[in-house]
């Protein structure tokens, strides 16, 4: 069959029904030839072609017919993207790809970067340096080699920039391609993960700095670690960083009576973090175990006054984190009952509150007393 005869045949229309692509009401697409944010692929029934008005698109100032729509969507030759059009004409057209949800590429991906853990020293070194042990954690790698060599995958690739595994480096490669520079390259993985248990974002933290540039979220932080509390919770506890979580939820034998969740630093109790614990049925007990030290201090009061407006039933408490000390440093320098006892000595934090309070009421009517007399 020869071209003429295709372009006779095949519609544009058929092609784009083929890929799952949905012209809006304006006959224009989100562009799937460039990162298009607004829709700047013009569709011309008429004509059977397309033309993207966006300068940043390889396929900018040309118009499409059904071949080079084929072509660049398959990224094929000319000659595979006629032999397509005929078997899109006989209805021989293999399913094409659909792209992969942003679940689905993260879920890939962490599968990758956990199995990367066993053939990883510095990332076993790593692990075993902050005791938390990879066989009972969902803990990945990132070596920052998923895209490079015998890997190399056109698909990849253009998942990972997607949701920001891979950004553009600005520099091409000896061989004139553009580059790309790995996002959380040499960092320890963890899945943040949807009310839905699906992996929703990933937090890096870096084996090799220690200083300010530590951790790392993906673009659009989404999703809790180690999970959605489990609706029967009762009693939550509150760590300041994922690796403080990790360290607890390894910790096999507390997970029938504790569920633990990791805020992200300080100030991270997020809108996320609040829904999820107001849609506990069972909560009984919100448990901060906070870094010991001021800026920890300080958390704790902010974030039980917010947990206090909006469960004011809620009961709230904090461990007694030896000064200078973090939930995974005290699981580096000693047994890890340590944890359990001092989860075990928890204070509440708004009955020490009012004790303060009527010792206060009473210094202050004894010196009124005493004043009057
Ligand atoms: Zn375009």
Same mark, same amino acid.
């Given at each position: 069959?020869?071209?003429?005869?295709?372009?006779?045949?095949?519609?544009l229309a058929d092609v784009l029904h083929y890929y799952g692509l949905k012209p809006?009401?304006?006959?224009?697409l989100?562009?799937?030839?460039?990162?298009?944010?607004?829709?700047?692929?013009?569709v011309?029934?008429?004509?059977?072609?397309a033309?993207?008005?966006?300068?940043?698109?390889?396929?900018?100032?040309?118009?499409?017919?059904?071949?080079?729509f084929?072509?660049?969507?398959?990224? +094929?030759?000319?000659?595979?993207?006629? $032999? !397509?059009?005929?078997?899109? &004409?006989?209805?021989?057209? %293999?399913? =094409?790809?659909?792209?992969?949800?942003?679940?689905?590429?993260?879920?890939?991906?962490?599968?990758?970067?956990?199995?990367?853990?066993?053939?990883?020293?510095?990332?076993?070194?790593?692990?075993?340096?902050?005791?938390?042990?990879?066989?009972?954690?969902?803990?990945?790698?990132?070596?920052?080699?998923?895209?490079?060599?015998?890997?190399?995958?056109?698909?990849?690739?253009?998942?990972?920039?997607?949701?920001?595994?891979?950004?553009?480096?600005?520099?091409?490669?000896?061989?004139?391609?553009?580059?790309?520079?790995?996002?959380?390259?040499?960092?320890?993985?963890?899945?943040?993960?949807?009310?839905?248990?699906?992996?929703?974002?990933?937090?890096?933290?870096?084996?090799?700095?220690? +200083?300010?540039?530590?951790?790392?979220? $993906? !673009?659009?932080?989404?999703? &809790?670690?180690?999970?959605? %509390?489990? =609706?029967?919770?009762?009693?939550?506890?509150?760590?300041?960083?994922?690796?403080?979580?990790?360290?607890?939820?390894?910790?096999?034998?507390?997970?029938?009576?504790?569920?633990?969740?990791?805020?992200?630093?300080?100030?991270?109790?997020?809108?996320?973090?609040?829904?999820?614990?107001?849609?506990?049925?069972?909560?009984?007990?919100?448990?901060?175990?906070?870094?010991?030290?001021?800026?920890?201090?300080?958390?704790?009061?902010?974030?039980?006054?917010?947990?206090?407006?909006?469960?004011?039933?809620?009961?709230?408490?904090?461990?007694?984190?030896?000064?200078?000390?973090?939930?995974?440093?005290?699981?580096?320098?000693?047994?890890?009952?340590?944890?359990?006892?001092?989860?075990?000595?928890?204070?509440?934090?708004?009955?020490?509150?009012?004790?303060?309070?009527?010792?206060?009421?009473?210094?202050?009517?004894?010196?009124?007393?005493?004043?009057?007399?």
């Amino acid at each position: 069959m020869d071209i003429p005869s295709i372009k006779a045949q095949l519609t544009l229309a058929d092609v784009l029904h083929y890929y799952g692509l949905k012209p809006d009401k304006n006959l224009r697409l989100h562009c799937p030839f460039h990162d298009d944010k607004t829709p700047s692929l013009q569709v011309y029934y008429k004509t059977h072609t397309a033309y993207c008005f966006s300068s940043n698109c390889p396929t900018h100032g040309k118009s499409l017919d059904v071949i080079d729509f084929i072509m660049h969507m398959d990224k +094929s030759s000319k000659h595979e993207a006629i $032999l !397509k059009a005929q078997s899109l &004409l006989t209805g021989t057209a %293999p399913k =094409p790809l659909l792209p992969l949800t942003k679940a689905a590429i993260l879920t890939k991906m962490f599968t990758y970067f956990k199995n990367a853990v066993h053939n990883s020293a510095p990332a076993k070194a790593y692990l075993e340096s902050r005791k938390l042990d990879y066989a009972k954690l969902d803990v990945g790698y990132n070596s920052g080699q998923f895209h490079h060599g015998t890997r190399k995958d056109e698909a990849l690739i253009k998942s990972c920039l997607e949701v920001g595994l891979l950004l553009p480096s600005g520099a091409n490669t000896r061989s004139g391609e553009p580059g790309y520079k790995p996002f959380g390259k040499n960092g320890i993985v963890f899945p943040l993960k949807d009310a839905q248990h699906q992996i929703s974002g990933l937090y890096f933290r870096s084996t090799i700095n220690d +200083s300010d540039q530590r951790h790392f979220y $993906l !673009k659009d932080r989404k999703g &809790l670690y180690p999970s959605y %509390p489990e =609706p029967e919770t009762e009693i939550l506890i509150l760590t300041e960083s994922i690796i403080d979580a990790a360290s607890l939820h390894q910790q096999g034998e507390m997970s029938g009576t504790y569920a633990v969740l990791a805020l992200y630093g300080t100030n991270g109790m997020t809108q996320e973090h609040l829904s999820a614990i107001e849609s506990l049925p069972r909560l009984k007990e919100a448990v901060f175990f906070l870094n010991g030290d001021e800026p920890g201090r300080e958390a704790v009061k902010k974030h039980s006054h917010t947990l206090q407006g909006v469960l004011p039933q809620l009961a709230l408490s904090q461990i007694p984190t030896p000064e200078g000390e973090d939930v995974n440093s005290l699981l580096q320098g000693h047994q890890a009952a340590v944890l359990l006892h001092l989860i075990e000595k928890k204070q509440l934090l708004f009955q020490l509150n009012l004790q303060l309070k009527n010792f206060q009421l009473k210094t202050l009517l004894i010196s009124r007393l005493l004043s009057n007399r």
